[in-house]
Nanobody, 121 residues
């Protein structure tokens, strides 16, 4: 019943920007923490950013200063604004539904299909 759908990925030049979207259904979105992960070929999936139901954001080291996570509860959507993109940001980006009834963000097993981001000239 839980559905998670990412969109917005694509090919972008270095120093460019991209905004990813994640629409979630089958949950009470307003009380649900959300997270963005990414996975590059041959590497482990890593947390990029998370946001609590109250709007408190946390970022992985690679995202700090360049990426911004936000949410629009009226649209049941979480966003990842990516600026100053680098080739090393190339990965498949996944959206995750966090667990409720916890303080902060704890991942669940509800994932989207992923949206690929390629940063290249």
């Amino acid at each position: 019943q839980v559905q998670v759908v990412e969109s917005g990925g694509g090919l972008v030049q270095p120093r460019g920007s991209l905004r990813l979207s994640c629409a979630a259904s089958g949950i009470v979105f307003a009380i649900t923490p959300m997270g963005w992960f990414r996975q590059a070929p041959g590497k482990q999936r890593e947390l990029v950013a998370s946001i609590t139901s109250g709007g408190s954001a946390n970022y992985g080291d690679a995202a700090k200063g360049r990426f911004t996570i936000s949410r629009d509860n009226a649209k049941n959507t979480v966003y990842l604004q990516m600026n100053s993109l680098k080739p090393e940001d190339t990965a498949i980006y996944y959206c995750n539904v966090g667990r409720t009834y916890y303080t902060g963000y704890i991942p669940s097993d509800s994932w989207g299909q992923g949206t690929p981001v390629t940063v290249s000239s």
